[in-house]
């Protein structure tokens, strides 16, 4: 690293001082260390991508993500494919990706620990989805995706809960709409990467997963899921929706790799999420889709893998095997 850009949403989160605070004290670390730093505050919604390439068109050669998930997914639309490196420096209230890494959740801890990671170049995952005008729409994300419920919820549910009730606050929230959510079915299609078979069938939530461990409540959603590989893991919920969805996230709580029914888990290299023929079209409308934890749009929706993806900072120590 030799210059480096933070970016960071001055209207994100409850105390807006206080994270300018923080991330002056990371850019602060930087500069300690003979790297020049500049902190830059996004313009608008979805503006940071375009600020991420702009900063590199100038210069630097890592752009720090200063926020949450969200903030992450905004800058990663504008790196894929360029040689700059993601850095995080963790402020949001999930914050899945950095605790993947094992980065801490304090902003001078976080620079401090990154001043020794290593850049990686790392698969990306791009997911295509119908806006609401019906226009196709792509984006790229690191975590996960998903259509179904996990998206419904994450379109319920405003940026309040996080920032107002913080994490619990906003799992309980969730777990209140999954309770009073419909689960509309869809037809699926993938190939199973391991076996090589065509799988078709019917779901009511398909998530496709990019990290190991969540951090949270989650833990480990997805059996083999890994940054490093040029896969998704996929976990497909086909019945008894409810049962099988609540069994699938207390089982991941406590690293459970067994059969549980209803749910199907496969490494692919990209799932196709369509619309069921002759079912009601008002019920198909309520399949929506996610990256992120950002809503994104509804069917149809097409996860997938990119092998030539973006260079991450990674721990040196961690292993490259998948």
């Known amino acids: 690293m030799k210059r480096v850009t933070l970016i960071y949403n001055p209207v994100s989160g409850g105390n807006r001082s206080r994270r300018l605070r923080q ?20 313009r608008a919604a979805g503006s940071a991508g ?3 390439r702009a900063a590199i068109a100038a210069g630097s050669d890592t752009i720090f993500a200063c926020g949450g998930d969200g903030t992450l997914h905004d800058i ?10 993601l850095g995080i420096i963790p402020l949001g209230t999930a914050n899945a ?24 170049r790392i698969p990306v995952g791009t997911v ?7 226009k196709l729409e792509r984006r790229y994300f690191t975590v996960m995706s998903g ?14 809960w996080k920032d107002q009730y913080g994490l619990w606050g906003y799992l309980a929230k969730s777990a209140e709409l999954f309770f009073t959510h419909h689960f509309a079915p869809f037809q699926t299609e993938f190939v199973n990467s391991a076996t090589g078979q065509s799988r078709k069938g019917v779901a009511v939530s398909v998530m496709a997963v990019r990290i190991t461990n969540f951090g949270n409540v989650l833990r480990k959603l997805a059996p083999g899921a890994r940054l490093e590989q ?14 099988s969805f609540l069994f699938h ?26 619309a069921l023929p002759n079912h009601p079209v008002a019920a198909q409308r309520m399949v929506r889709a996610e990256a992120d934890g950002e809503h994104l749009g509804r069917l149809p929706v097409r996860m997938a893998i990119e092998p030539a993806g973006f260079t991450l900072l990674m721990p040196p120590e961690r292993s490259s095997d998948c």
Not at 101 to 120: G, T
């Open 23 to 42: 991330v002056e004290a990371a850019a602060a670390v930087f500069r300690g260390a003979g790297i020049e730093a500049e902190v830059v505050s996004t």
């Open 50 to 52: 375009e600020q991420a």
């Open 76 to 85: 990663l639309q504008g790196m894929v494919g360029l040689d700059a490196v």
């Open 97 to 120: 990706l950095a605790y993947d890494l094992e980065i801490p959740f304090h902003a001078v801890r976080a620079a401090r620990v990154q001043l020794a990671y290593k850049p990686r």
């Open 128 to 134: 295509e989805y119908a806006r609401k005008d019906g």
């Open 147 to 160: 259509a179904g419920p996990d998206a419904a919820m994450v379109y319920a549910l405003s940026a309040k």
């Open 230 to 243: 040029d896969c998704l893991s996929l976990v497909v919920i086909q019945k008894y929706a409810r049962i």
């Open 249 to 274: 996230l207390v089982t991941a709580l406590f690293g459970y790799r067994g059969n549980i029914p209803g749910v199907e888990f496969a490494q692919t290299k990209a799932v196709f999420c369509t």
